[in-house]
């Protein structure tokens, strides 16, 4: 809001306004505030001897004084369809006088009016001579391009969106949304893995080295029966299975490759926990894309022996609920019809 204090700009400093963006020999202008006729003065002013950082601090440090506040208009290099662009300095120093402090800043809006708040290009507040240098005026310019400061809940929101897959999710999707950690594959492992992919063998046992960060081939790889895996899962320690299951279903001969995820609850470490854990889908999506291995089901167990051929075909093929019971009516009390109702004509 304009005129708050209802302080003006003199009729000199309107003038040397007017002359000062018309000649481009002006570099800086200073502005007080006279108490006494309660306008806004020309203080003194500083002409063109260099660029606008060399003329920076050479025009406006020499006009500050330890106690006195003011107004600084410094004029740039650059211009807009209105001329030359400026930057509007309010310096109050600490140590004035906190009537002056107010004053200067109830003023600030009438003063940016009187020039031309269009050719003002930035805006800067300081209470000591480093506040408005160069180098203070730079860390102005780095601190509005700043991001603002997040809060702890908009941190954890960020955090969640870098490190989304922003993947194309469809009907026919193979590939995991949630990214996670993609160890190589050491050289059995990706053997076996051929092997799997041109029906070799059946079943391929891996195991994560946790230490040197990799995929391994696990104790066994070879040719089982859905009722055989059971007794080569270790009981202590989690693995990967892949199983190329061979069966009948509905009197078609089919093979599903079946990923078995085996972790025996608290009996390993929380970091082989964590690791298995995140490992999974980079490695189900690398297989995918590298061996050409389409996993029909992944299955995630805690103790073996759930793992028999019964278990692996239902959850190949979960039977489907076809009958669907309607919705019956709630019958009243038995007996009852409820209290008689008395209707007046």
């Given amino acids: 809001m304009s005129h708050q204090t209802g302080i003006t700009a003199s009729q000199e400093l309107k003038n040397f306004f007017a002359s000062s963006k018309a000649d481009e020999n002006v570099r800086a202008i200073k502005v007080k505030i006279d108490s006494e006729k309660e306008s806004m003065e020309v203080a003194e002013s500083f002409n063109v001897r260099g660029t606008w950082e060399d003329d920076y601090d050479n025009a406006v440090l020499p006009m500050l004084k330890d106690k006195e506040s003011c107004y600084i208009i410094f004029r740039l290099d650059t211009k807009n369809d209105l001329g030359f662009e400026w930057i509007f300095i309010l310096y109050v120093p600490d140590f004035c006088q906190v009537r002056d402090k107010m004053l200067y800043a109830s003023t600030k809006s009438s003063l940016k009016t009187e020039f031309g708040s269009a050719q ?128 009948t279903h509905e009197g078609d001969f089919m093979k599903s490759v079946v990923f078995i995820y085996s972790m025996p609850g608290y009996k390993c470490s929380v970091k082989e926990r964590m690791l298995y854990s995140t490992c999974k889908a980079p490695f189900l999506s690398r297989i995918a894309g590298e061996f050409n291995i389409e996993v029909a089901k992944s299955i995630e167990v805690d103790d073996a022996s759930e793992l028999t051929e019964d278990f692996i075909y239902q959850e190949v093929h979960p039977v489907r609920n076809l009958h669907r019971p309607t919705f019956a009516k709630p019958k009243g009390p038995a007996g009852k019809r409820g209290v008689r109702r008395l209707i007046k004509e």
């Fill in 120 to 247: 003002i290009k930035q805006e800067l507040y300081g209470t000591s001579p480093d506040d408005v240098s160069l180098s203070g005026y730079h860390k102005h310019l780095e601190a509005e391009e700043a991001p603002a400061p997040l809060t702890a809940a908009e941190e954890d929101r960020k955090f969640m969106r870098e490190n989304e897959s922003f993947q194309t999710i469809g009907v026919d999707t193979k590939h995991q949304t949630m990214q996670g950690v993609n160890f190589p594959l050491s050289n059995d492992a990706t053997k076996q893995l051929k092997r799997l992919s041109k029906e070799e063998t059946s079943y391929i046992q891996l195991s994560l080295d946790v230490e040197n960060e990799e995929i391994h081939l696990g104790e066994y790889a070879d040719d089982l029966s859905a009722n055989e895996i059971a007794s080569h899962v270790p009981p202590a320690s989690p693995r990967y299975h892949l199983f190329l299951f061979k069966h």
